[in-house]
């Protein structure tokens, strides 16, 4: 059965180029089981390809007239040696190693005349582990959606019998009672006027704000910072991942009154100020960031994309890391209130107004000569929060990895698993050499703001300071 894409999905297709895809998607690293043959990442591979009846959207390629999407439509058989592929690499506890391969594999985009996702699985021939690259084209679901399918394919406990992977199983939507036409035709009327409404005050206040009337209002548009990170989008990319125990986020919210989410946007901002000044960029003004907005209705299952993304100013010129979270605190509270006394709808259309100019300058190539909305995309999602399995094998963690947005910068993902913050960092390699140091300087910036409400002489610039440890990657730790 064909699916209607709406306009949004659409634009993931409309703007997708061979520098700048718009797949997401997820490092997984897993325990093979003690009792494993050596053999059990091939067996696993032969028996992922035999599922090749799939349900939708993962049955389903895009069809389009004169290049323009037009709908979701069934194809007659999956090509399994695409979908799912095997690959070797020498040691999986080379994290640094690993993080480069799997940026090797986020870099092209996917055959657009096949479903758009696919599965690698990524094997050594030293560790009793393996690892699980996932990828899925945006326009097939936002973060929410494809996290409540793929957490759909995992148990809580191991077992080799009734193994279905998530590709094949049944998605059969609920059957819903209908709406009156009336009542649909006039509440949409309704609705739209009510958004639109909302969207000519939201310009009101911007236009308040750029005169200089009253600055009590989110960011305008197209103000970010010029970095060595954003720009021009091209070919290749580059990626890291880490781990912090987010029991400790949340005690360290409770403590400093903010939520996790602030607390961590705190860290990120941080961390890339420590980042830019590797590469001789030091800035008094703030950077932005994109903070995504989830439009869905509570409990609401349907696939496709239902998001707004709205720029939120972080901190500047303080160099006490309890100060700069005050700041990232009052600037973000801004942002949520215009977005919660707004019809979500409004901010649909902003993100979609923003967003093309956007789009426009990089399809001209003109990214490099004007601001970027932002400098770095941070967005968050709960995961599930006991151990799970893959059949029967654990999931030891899963890296969330994102596109990235026009005008560059770092896309910063994390997804909470089994008690842990599990975070991805992607961003175009055209200017810097790695985001390992960024990884680290997360780490450095999260255990500086844990201290900082009983040590206030703790600096900012003294993040990178100290030397380099060993990193353990969790795939070296037991799971209990």
Not at 166 to 175: A, E, L
Not at 223 to 233: I, N, S, W
Not at 237 to 258: C, E, N, P, Q, Y
Request: glycine share 4%.
């Amino acid at each position: 059965m064909s699916k209607k894409l709406t306009f949004l999905d659409k634009t993931f297709w409309i703007t997708e180029t061979e520098a700048n895809p718009k797949h997401v998607a997820s490092l997984q690293l897993l325990k093979i089981p003690a009792d494993a043959t050596s053999d059990y990442v091939d067996k696993l591979l032969a028996e992922m390809r035999s599922f090749d009846q799939a349900t939708a959207p993962f049955n389903c390629r895009v069809s389009t007239l004169m290049g323009y999407p037009v709908k979701f439509v069934p194809v007659e058989k999956l090509d399994m040696q695409y979908h799912v592929q095997l690959h070797n690499i020498d040691d999986l506890n080379d994290k640094p190693a690993l993080n480069l391969f799997v940026a090797s594999l986020h870099e092209p985009w996917l055959d657009r005349d096949k479903p758009l996702w696919q599965y690698h699985l990524i094997k050594d021939n030293s560790t009793q582990q393996f690892a699980l690259y996932i990828k899925i084209h945006h326009m097939c679901g936002d973060g929410s959606t494809l996290i409540r399918w793929f957490q759909a394919g995992y148990s809580q406990s191991p077992s080799s019998e009734g193994f279905v992977p998530v590709w094949s199983m049944d998605r059969t939507p609920r059957i819903r009672s209908k709406t009156p036409w009336f009542k649909a035709v006039f509440g949409g009327i309704w609705g739209v006027l009510i958004a639109c409404k909302d969207s000519i005050w939201i310009w009101f206040r911007l236009l308040i704000k750029l005169l200089r009337i009253n600055k009590d209002y989110m960011p305008l548009p197209f103000t970010g910072t010029k970095t060595v990170l954003t720009g021009q989008v091209k070919k290749g990319r580059a990626l890291s991942t880490l781990d912090i125990d987010f029991g400790r986020v949340k005690a360290l919210s409770k403590r400093l009154r903010a939520s996790a989410n602030e607390v961590m946007l705190c860290v990120f901002d941080i961390a890339v100020h420590r980042q830019l000044k590797d590469y001789g960029q030091t800035f008094e003004k703030p950077l932005y960031t994109n903070m995504p907005i989830n439009l869905r209705k509570p409990g609401e299952t349907t696939y496709g994309n239902k998001i707004a993304i709205v720029p939120v100013e972080l901190a500047h010129g303080q160099t006490d890391p309890y100060l700069r979270l005050r700041e990232i605190i009052e600037n973000h509270r801004k942002v949520k209130r215009a977005a919660t006394t707004s019809h979500p709808a409004s901010f649909s259309y902003y993100t979609l107004l923003i967003q093309a100019y956007a789009i426009i300058f990089e399809m001209l190539g003109l990214s490099n000569w004007v601001r970027p909305i932002a400098n770095i995309l941070v967005s968050n999602m709960p995961g599930p929060p006991e151990t799970m399995y893959f059949k029967d094998s654990q999931m030891l963690a899963a890296y969330p990895i994102s596109t990235i947005t026009p005008g560059g910068g770092v896309n910063i993902t994390m997804v909470t698993y089994n008690g842990r913050a599990n975070i991805g960092l992607v961003c175009c390699n055209n200017n810097i050499d790695s985001l390992e140091p960024l990884a680290r300087y997360c780490i450095e910036a999260f255990d500086m703001l844990e201290k900082c409400i009983d040590d206030p002489s703790l600096n900012i610039e003294d993040i990178g300071e100290k030397m380099d440890e060993e990193e353990t990657s969790i795939a070296d730790n037991e799971v209990i």
